[in-house]
């Protein structure tokens, strides 16, 4: 059995200096994974001390000496285990990230009344509003976003809609200047673009999910990527359970699509 007692000093997001003292024993990192898998579908790789980091940074500021300790506490605790996903996840996202499939989409399904998307994962918000801007600039006014993320930190800063000029880098400046106020370099969304998009904190595998409506669209992009193929199947059949009638698409990132995912989408057509 490895242990492995980390004393050393690790620098947090918030550039806090953080002192730890937590046992890292090889043979608790497996169930760990395994556990944060099965809720959350994201797969981490035991090799990533990055990934390690920022569980060990999650034990020491909940006063927890070890990962066994932290599998015990995330099954009685959920909002410990959102915490541990948020921490363990990528949010990266921008405005109009592959704007091509958003735009084919929404041409695709522009005649549907009452359009309904499904932006799954959203993350902090760009990919809903992208699809908001985009369609009212084909002059689609009947539609509604809705956006869901399994973190509920990620899904505050959607609700926040700010954004840094990192997020808004893919906007046309005419665009920006029509929907967002700009402060200090910090992009705020209008207000009238609100009434179309609604956020919230859903993760995939929870049957929450059936509540939160049926859709025209669905898009889900850069999440399958975390997934193994037996998930990604899962993650799918729950998607197409979401699709309002025959005629709903589902679209995934270009990176998201496995071999095992596209033979199992090509059976079922
Ligand atoms: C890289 S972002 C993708 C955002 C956006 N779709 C895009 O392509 O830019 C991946 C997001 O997936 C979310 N996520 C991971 N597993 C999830 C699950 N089981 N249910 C819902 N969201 C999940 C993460 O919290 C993260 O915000």
Redesign the pocket.
Known sequence: MLRFLFKNKLETTSNQPVSKSIIVDTHEIEPLYAYIEQ????ALQKSKVLVQNHIIILCERNNISSFGELLRKIKQDEILFKTL??SV??????FF??KGQLEEALTQHKNSPALSIL??????G??AFSIAILALEMGITNFQVVG????GS?IQKAKNSSYTKRSIKFLPKALLEKYFTNSNDTYIVKKELYKYVTFLQ?????DKIYQIGMFDII?????F???NDEKKIQ?YKRLESLKKNLDASIYL?HADISSKLSQYIRNRN
């Open positions: 809720y959350s579908g994201i996903v948020d996840t990528i949010h990266e996202t921008y990230r592959e932006s799954a994962p959203c993350s902090s760009e990919e869901i993320d399994i973190s990620i859903c993760n995939l595998f929870d898009f889900s992009r850069n999440m990527i975390y997934f993650a990132g």
